[in-house]
């Protein structure tokens, strides 16, 4: 495929060429990249991208602002003849005007940006088919989508134990050697809610919701050529594992998941004999004996990676959820790619915003524009949030409305606008909804602002009785920075069940996530919504935790002897916590610098993962002495473990001493002094490793004995740190720091999470 595109780029190269021989040079136009210096703006404009257009109307006519940059660069884009090139590189604050370059593009976005395309060169049997097995617990598939085209794969493996179950729309001939098996298990729910309605709902492993395909394809789907959403995040779509294959097990209807059905379905994956689990559903745990956990655990003495979302109720803290120390936790973070699109007033002013929404029938002139509050049906004003029933047709008609975003879906709203003949939607963040909007795939033409902007369009409307606006849809931007940065949403530490076991453990892409659809769902999921679509546009965890699946699932094809513990080491201690200006990873809900509790160990980077150097390993002994520092019962044990145990009363267990790649350091009381024990396996060549720590408390002494440890291959060593507090408390509550082993070449990173607490 890639020689292919090289001919054809070089025979529209050489077409091209000859192109120009017989056409005016003037009349050629080429898309350029403007860098601009925004402190010479002049103070007649008050926006950046207005003064943009103005510098682009003294050169030219016809030229349009393609995509106006924020964050990456102070500039714009636009297609200019030559000489239109030359009239702009002399424009006063011009810095440099630039070519833009061809790059392939990536839908899901996430193999470039996570550098899967060096894995695949390091490792091309890595796109080949492989016996590895990714195990998807959610609301089933859409089996014709061509993310599980099996063309080019080989025989099932023959560790396959699982089948293709038949039901209402969905026959055994729906499988083949790419989707491997799809069970469906409905009993529970229908033991809560009555029979399924099967009118409504497929009663058989067939997805109408679209998650459970969306989650399954990025984690191992085929690569897709050609795909998009409305024109936006256009390209060729992959999941993270495309030679592995895929068990799916609906165990969710409607979007709810009864515990019962989960845990049958874990149940029945470890008997299918599956490699990696992939959960992006959870509940608010309070013990490590929910359906989840307890699958969990026997699934990970089977030998099974099991990788769970952390939960979309950040930026809250304590938040995060499936907390096992035996689940690998995944938390969300943003990719370097968005879908602007800007409010524009009439008085001049821009507001930026994003939208999904493809833009092609709203009116390039400025239109009526009242906020919602102010088209109340009622008497007196309205609450502004485009409840059902709230808005005056007399007084919304032909116009824009901005609605205050509130407790009811974003999408619902714009079609309350449509119904009462609104054009057009501006949804503004509450106070509460903070300054993120959310890209949404709108029915009508609409853009998400933040509670800021929101604010100051309020403004403007209120000031002005015949306010006017318009949106400028901008499709999608590449190479947003920063980038990542930790999701709002995602879920935050610290462990609420036990806080001495750092969770999430790390994040991976979940914003704004391309990849296959349910065509019995609409993208938005709502009945109103008529639109069918092969791929959609997702956030939350639930996004970011099949990515780490899909990681998993390439690390076991390539070190198949390697259990989940250390898969989740490696992924772990090679995750990143910096950009390449050394600056740490931000946290979006904040604009400040993130930390463990919302990042844990990073973000995750596959290649680095491959080789870690060394690694924390686990056995389901060790889970057991942690289950006995916690004063387990034998009760307690036949629930987690489903066997009896008897904790060693000889023997001191402590949390402290579970090999985890992570601290998590809790002074409670007057205990000023903690010990953690470690144990380090060498899964790299022979070498000599040593320490160092970074700490941001001054107050607490960190020591590791011995300092320096050499391996031999396969080789394990064990460490101790001691952390010491200074007995003249600072007032802090939370601190942060991390330890390294290094052999000068690898480097073997675990982050250090401090708390204090009174009791």
């Keep these: 495929m890639k020689s292919l595109i ?18 005016k040079s003037e009349n050629k136009k080429t898309t350029y990249i403007v860098h601009v210096a925004i402190s010479t703006m002049p103070t007649s404009f008050n926006h950046h991208s207005i003064w943009y257009k103005s510098i682009l109307k003294s050169v030219s006519e016809s030229a349009e602002v393609l995509y106006t940059y924020d964050k990456a660069i102070n500039g714009f884009s636009t297609s200019l003849t030559l000489e239109e090139h030359e009239l702009l590189k002399s424009q006063p604050g011009i810095l440099k005007v630039t070519p833009d370059e061809m790059y392939k593009l990536h839908t899901t976005r996430t193999p470039e940006f996570l550098g899967l395309d060096k894995f695949a060169s ?16 959610d609301t089933g598939v859409w089996p014709e989508s061509k993310s599980f085209d099996d063309t080019g794969f080989g025989p099932i493996p023959r560790i396959w134990k699982g089948k293709c179950e038949t039901g209402t729309n969905f026959t055994t001939f729906n499988c083949n050697k790419k989707l491997i098996g799809a069970r469906f298990f409905p009993k529970g729910f229908e033991a809560a809610a009555g029979p399924i309605d099967e009118t409504i709902q497929s009663r058989s492993p067939r997805d109408d919701i679209g998650h459970g395909t969306h989650t399954a394809s990025t984690a191992a789907g085929s690569v897709v050529e050609n795909v998009g959403l409305f024109g ?30 989960v845990l049958a379905g874990i149940d029945q994956a470890i008997a299918d004999n599956v490699n990696i689990l992939s959960l992006s559903l959870g509940g608010l745990t309070r013990d490590y004996k929910d359906s989840i956990a307890i699958g969990a655990f026997a699934a990970m003495e089977h030998g099974i990676l099991v990788s769970c979302s952390a939960g979309n109720s950040g930026p809250t803290p304590s938040s995060v959820t499936n907390v096992a120390p035996w689940i690998t936790t995944v938390g969300a973070g943003t990719l370097d790619r968005d879908f602007p699109a800007f409010v524009s007033l009439g008085n001049g002013k821009n507001y930026s915003g994003v939208s999904l929404y493809n833009g092609n029938s709203f009116p390039d002139t400025l239109v009526p524009f009242i906020y919602a509050g102010n088209a109340s049906s009622h008497q007196g004003k309205g609450d502004g949030t485009c409840v059902l029933g709230s808005l005056d047709p007399k007084k919304v008609v032909g116009k824009i409305v901005l609605c205050d975003r509130g407790n009811i879906d974003r999408v619902e709203k714009g079609n309350i606008v449509k119904s009462v003949g609104g054009l057009g939607m501006v949804l503004a963040n509450t106070e509460k909804d903070g300054e993120i909007p959310r890209a949404e795939a709108h029915i009508l033409p609409a853009t998400a602002v933040s509670f800021t902007d929101g604010e100051a369009i309020k403004n403007y409307l209120f000031s002005n009785p015949k306010s006017t606006g318009t949106i400028v849809f901008q499709g999608t931007k590449l190479k947003v920075e920063p980038s990542p940065v930790v999701a709002d949403f995602s879920s935050r530490g610290p462990n609420s069940i036990t806080p001495q076991i750092l969770k999430p453990d790390l994040i991976a892409p979940g914003v704004n996530i391309l990849a296959a659809y349910s065509k019995n769902a609409s993208p938005t999921s709502w009945y109103f919504d008529s639109r069918r679509v092969d791929f959609n546009i997702l956030l939350g965890t639930s996004m970011s935790c099949p990515h780490v699946s899909g990681i998993a699932a390439l690390i076991k ?8 513990a250390v898969i989740r080491s490696a992924l772990m201690t090679t995750a990143y916590t910096t950009y390449k200006n050394n600056h740490t990873l931000l946290d979006i809900s904040t604009n400040k610098p993130a ?6 160990a990073g973000h995750v980077d596959p290649v680095s993962a491959l080789n870690p150097g060394l690694v924390y390993d ?14 387990y019962s034998h009760v307690d044990f036949e629930i987690v473990a489903r066997r009896k145990y008897t904790c060693d009363p000889n023997k001191q267990y402590s949390v402290t001493n579970l090999n985890y790649p992570s601290f998590a350091v809790v002074f409670k009381g007057g205990n000023n002094e903690i010990k953690h024990s470690r144990t380090l396996t060498n899964v790299g060549a022979a070498g000599t490793y040593k320490v160092s720590v970074k700490s941001d408390v001054s107050s607490v002494k960190i020591s ?18 001691t952390f010491t507090t200074s007995t003249l408390k600072q007032n802090i509550t939370q601190r942060f720091g991390s330890l390294a082993w290094s052999d000068g070449r690898t480097v073997v ?5 401090f708390s204090w607490k009174l009791q």
């Design 232 to 261: 936006y995040a256009n390209g060729t779509a992959r999941g993270m594992a495309i030679g592995a294959r895929v068990a799916v097990y609906k165990v969710c209807w409607k979007g709810l998941c009864s515990n019962s059905d």
């Design 6 to 23: 090289l001919i054809l780029f070089v025979i529209l190269s050489v077409l091209d060429v000859s192109l120009a021989r017989t056409e």
């Design 704 to 721: 590791v004995e011995p300092e320096v440890l050499s391996f031999k291959e396969n080789e394990k060593k064990s460490y101790i740190v």
């Design 122 to 137: 390091l490792f091309p049997a890595a796109n080949k088919s492989s016996d590895v097995i990714v195990g998807v617990l």
């Design 749 to 753: 990173r675990s982050p250090i999470a």
């Design 618 to 631: 686990l056995t389901t002994e060790d889970y057991l002495s942690f289950l006995c520092a916690l004063n």
């Design 595 to 600: 930390t463990p509790f919302e990042f844990g």
């Design 557 to 564: 094809s390539i070190h198949p002897d390697w259990s989940p």
